[in-house]
């Protein structure tokens, strides 16, 4: 549950996860709505806003398409009251129009509806717009993401720019800074505290003045990686807009585009995980001993997304790990700070990111 509030009102978002075999989440939802109703309702400015949203796990033909007589069995409609019912008693509303679906089977390649967002009906004027994102769909994903847009009245925070670094062109940088300096600057002599504050004033303004010409600003975005690159960029929309084809000729299973949406997910997953890879082996090569202590801390520390990092190994081609064991003999040597100088190469050798299937971690 996220709550945001401001001049405008309040707002209270659940993200949901219903199982399809019952209705444990549901009930679960229900019963909290009735024992906070005062807090959920009421706000001390504006309106109170509520918004459930997320994977329902539910058929009906009230959000479903009509035609698709496959989904409403007596047991799925029977299911599908339950949270009919729970939503009706919370006072919300579909925002998400009839019809649209949100997942696709991954073995009949078939579409239908599971995902949902219902808000209190006295916000329903304040929706801009409810609609899936067909080719923003993820790799190894079977649903589609939804974007609605409420008009709340939210102050946004500006974002800083950020020069990136890593693109710039080093020696137009040279040739830059040189002509901002000029060529007396290079050559006099300083003899006086004057002329050294005056040199460092000059030196500074010059080196500003080439950052500004030279350096290029980050973009801030969801997929701001370290490891990501302009190839992955175009990767990535060209398979988006693959992924936006094949979703129009969903009707038509042998259509071509279909086979060409795969193999332009399987070519982008493979060099995001080659360009993932790359960046923590590299990162680990050019590591010193504060950096190989920051490794280990990425190790040992709690994993935020329910993947154990205890384990990080490189697997040999028995298949045993080699790394695990001996990151539990240097762990006590690390804490200590009594890592000899000369093993710190052999431990950087045995240390690399763990790879899950589907799930990629990146330690940097």
Known sequence: ???LSGAWGKLTIFNIYNKGECNNTINLLTKYHQDNHPSLENSCVGTAHQIWLGDFNRHHPYWDDLRDLRLFTDTAIAAAESLI?????AGLDMALPRGIPTHCHSVTKRWSRLDHIFITEVSTGAVIACNTLTDHRGINTDHIPILTELNLGIAISKVKPTPNFRDVDWEEFHKTLANHLGP???EEQITSQRQLDERYSSLTKAIQNTICDQVPISEITPKSK???TKELMQMHKSANKLGRQSFLCRNEPEHAVHNQHKEAKK???GNLEY???YHWRDWLEKADEPDIWTANCYMTA?????VSRSDHCVRSSSGISEFGDLGRDYEDGFRRGVVPNGEIGHVRRHVTMRMTSGDYTSQT
């Open 184 to 186: 007396d600057q290079l």
């Open 267 to 269: 070519r982008y997953e």
């Open 302 to 306: 709690p994993a935020t997304d329910g």
């Open 226 to 228: 370290r490891w990501w």
């Open 85 to 89: 019912e729970a939503v009706a008693d």
């Open 1 to 3: 549950m996220v709550q």
């Open 275 to 277: 360009n993932r890879k």
